[in-house]
């Protein structure tokens, strides 16, 4: 039986290499698939919802480790998913080169292969979103949160 540890959380490296690696796949499948659009019309479809699906997890994932950390920090959407000014500029551009890479990929097979289910494969780079604020989420340096003024 295998057992999943509850605490068990992804590492920097471990994200940043499962952007490396779904960013492969989602360009070799988008490529391959509009070079191959007869043979596997359907295969793009599979892969693109695979990785959207994986991507809305990693986002609401990210989603929930934000708001858990905004009770002490000062935490931001754009230096969550955008990483803007919270990761080494190594990192930042690893994930959000690799979420271009993602978009300009399938956006340019989909338009190669306009009225197929190409078409799908524009939806696969919610996948480097997700990924990118799992890591902004869990890794990103933010501020103390300000103390709220007793003023009122």
Do not use: H, K
């Not at 978009?103 to 009225?115: E, L, N, S, Y």
């Amino acid at each position: 039986m295998v057992r999943i540890d509850a605490d068990a959380r992804p590492t920097s490296d471990q994200v940043v290499r499962a952007s490396d690696v779904g960013t492969t796949v989602i360009v070799l499948a988008s490529v391959v698939a509009a070079a191959f659009q007869e043979q596997l019309n359907s295969a793009i479809v599979v892969v693109s919802v695979a990785f959207f699906a994986v991507g809305c997890v990693a986002f609401l994932w990210a989603l929930l480790v934000a708001a858990e950390r905004s009770r002490t920090d000062a935490l931001g959407m754009g230096g969550v998913y955008l990483l803007l000014g919270t990761a080494p500029r190594s990192i930042q551009v690893r994930l959000l080169g690799a979420l271009g890479v993602q978009i300009a990929v399938t956006v340019a097979t989909a338009a190669a292969r306009p009225f197929t289910n190409q078409a799908f494969a524009v939806l696969a780079p919610m996948f480097g979103l997700g990924v990118t604020g799992l890591w902004g989420a869990r890794f990103g340096r933010f501020g103390p949160r300000a103390a709220p003024d007793d003023d009122d």
